[in-house]
C-alpha cells in the first residue's frame, strides 16, 4: 500500500516537471523565435536606382562613399577615382531582398553579434531623392554558418543571413576598417592586341621599338587584279632601325599581352607633387601605335615598398590622365626585357 501511494507522489511530481519543463520550452521559443524568418531590404534594387552608397564602420559613418554620376560610379574617398562597376552591383545585388532568421531583440547583447555602436558594418544607400532605400548593419559571421549577424539600425532585432555580406564590402574575417581600395576599377588599361601596329619601350636598356610585319591574304583566283590585303590575325616582330635581329615572337607578345592589358594594384593622391612619384621627368616609359592612329603612352616613376595595407609596385600614369597608378612588379618585369631576353634560345 505504502509502495503504491509513493509511486503515485513520483507520478505527479513527474507530471508538475514535465508541465514545467514545457512551459519554458514554450517561452524560450517565444522569445528568440518569434517569426522565424523576415524580409531586412526592399527587394528589386539595382545600382540604377541608387545615387549615393556609403559604408561605415562603427564611429565612423562614412569610411567608403560611392557616388552615382552621368559618367559612371565614383568614389569620393578615393579622389573621385573611378568605381568597379561589378563590385557594386554584387553588393545591390546580395543586400537587395535581404532576408534573415531571427536570433535576439536584446539591446543589451548586441555587441556579442558584432552590431554594437563601436565594431558593425554600415550599408546605407539613397535614391536621387535623398530617401534611404538600403539601411543595414553588419556583424560577425556565425561559427558554421554561411551568413552574418545583421540589424535594420531602427531596431535592435537580430537575425542571420544566408548570405556573407562582409565578403561583399572587402571583409573576411569580420567587422573592420573597410577599404576604398576594394571598390576601385583598377583595370588602368585594356586594348585589343590585334589593333597594334608597334610599341616602344625605354628603360634602363635603353629604347627598343618592336614594329609587327603582317602576313598576307592573297587575293581570291578570280580577283586577279585585287591588291593582297593584310592579315592583322598573323604577325612576326622586327626591331625597327633595319636591323637583322631575330626575335622569338612568344617572347614579344608576351611584352605586347602585358601592356595592352595593364591592372594596378593601386592608387595614390593625384593632386600631390608628381615628383614625389618620380613622374615629373620619367625614365621609363612605353608607347603603343594603334592601327587607328592613337599613341597609348605610359611612363613610369619610382617604384614604392609595401607600407601597412599599401601594395608595393611603380607609379604610372597613362598619357595626359592624372590618375596615379600603382602596378605591379610583376608587370613591370614583363615589359621592361633586355634585347638578349627576346632572342630565341
Do not use: C
Not at 82 to 94: D, G, H, M, S
Not at 100 to 111: I, K, P
Amino acid at each position: 500500500m505504502i509502495k503504491t501511494r509513493n509511486l503515485a507522489i513520483i507520478g505527479v511530481v513527474l507530471l508538475v516537471l514535465l508541465g514545467v519543463s514545457f512551459m519554458q520550452k514554450s517561452g524560450h521559443k517565444k522569445a528568440t523565435s518569434q517569426s522565424s524568418v523576415a524580409a531586412i531590404v526592399a527587394e528589386g534594387i539595382v545600382p540604377a536606382d541608387l545615387s549615393r552608397i556609403t559604408i561605415g564602420y562603427g564611429t565612423t559613418p562614412e569610411v567608403v562613399v560611392l557616388s552615382n554620376n552621368p559618367t559612371g560610379w565614383t568614389i569620393d574617398t578615393a579622389w573621385h577615382a573611378k568605381a568597379n562597376l561589378a563590385r557594386i552591383e554584387t553588393l545591390v545585388r546580395n543586400v537587395s531582398g535581404l532576408v534573415g532568421e531571427y536570433r535576439s531583440d536584446n539591446a543589451e547583447v548586441l555587441g556579442d553579434y558584432g552590431l554594437g555602436a563601436d565594431g558593425a558594418i554600415q550599408i546605407r544607400a539613397t535614391n536621387p531623392a535623398g530617401e534611404v532605400v538600403i539601411a543595414l548593419d553588419v556583424g560577425h559571421k556565425p561559427e558554421r554558418y554561411p551568413g552574418n549577424f545583421v540589424r535594420h539600425p531602427d531596431n535592435n532585432k537580430v537575425y542571420v543571413s544566408q548570405k556573407n555580406l562582409l565578403a561583399e564590402v572587402g571583409l573576411y574575417d569580420g567587422p573592420e576598417l573597410p577599404q576604398n581600395r576594394y571598390f576601385l576599377e583598377l583595370q588602368a588599361l585594356q586594348e585589343d592586341r590585334l589593333e597594334v601596329d608597334r610599341m616602344a619601350i625605354t628603360g634602363e636598356n635603353g629604347r627598343l621599338e618592336f614594329v609587327k610585319e603582317f602576313a598576307m591574304e592573297a587575293p581570291a583566283a578570280e580577283e586577279t587584279e585585287a591588291a593582297p590585303v593584310f592579315d592583322r590575325n598573323t604577325w612576326e616582330w622586327t626591331l625597327a632601325g633595319g636591323t637583322n635581329t631575330v626575335l622569338a615572337k612568344t617572347k614579344v607578345d608576351a611584352v605586347l599581352n602585358s601592356l595592352v592589358a595593364v591592372r594596378a594594384a593601386d592608387l595614390v593622391d593625384p593632386k600631390a607633387d608628381l615628383a614625389a612619384y618620380g613622374l615629373a621627368e620619367t625614365s621609363r616609359r612605353a608607347s603603343l601605335q594603334m592601327q587607328d592612329g592613337r599613341e597609348i603612352v605610359l611612363t613610369f616613376g619610382h617604384d614604392r615598398e609595401a607600407i601597412a595595407d599599401a601594395p608595393a609596385g611603380t607609379y604610372m600614369q597613362l598619357g595626359d590622365d592624372a590618375t596615379v597608378w600603382v602596378v605591379t612588379e610583376y608587370a613591370m618585369k614583363n615589359i621592361f626585357k633586355g634585347l638578349d631576353e627576346l632572342k630565341p634560345e
